[in-house]
């Protein structure tokens, strides 16, 4: 069974996020994550919501932690970010 991330953050603009977030799709997909679905919170526009599928968890979590994630968080205008890891049952 596959692995899932629920990603969240405040962003300083949903826009400029979602540009890079669109950039950073090659470096997620070479980390083994899957693009599942992305929101923007109605009550908090500059809110970004992620959901990915884990296809490869070591190279993932790698990737969560790496700089180049960083990078790609500081060019997007990420603050105040939350990673839940959801394991099936």
């Known amino acids: 069974m596959a692995t899932h991330v629920l990603w969240q953050a405040d962003v300083a603009d949903f826009d400029v996020w979602l540009k890079v ?20 919170d109605p009550d908090r526009a500059n809110h ?6 884990i296809t ?8 969560l932690k790496s700089e180049d994630l960083a990078m790609y968080h500081e060019r997007g205008g990420v603050a105040h970010v939350e990673v839940k890891l959801l394991e099936p049952v």
């Open 56 to 63: 490869n968890l070591n190279k993932a979590s790698a990737f």
């Open 48 to 53: 970004a919501i992620a959901m990915f599928e």
């Open 21 to 40: 977030f669109h950039e950073d799709k090659p470096a997620r997909k070479a980390a083994g994550i899957k693009d599942l679905h992305v929101w923007r």
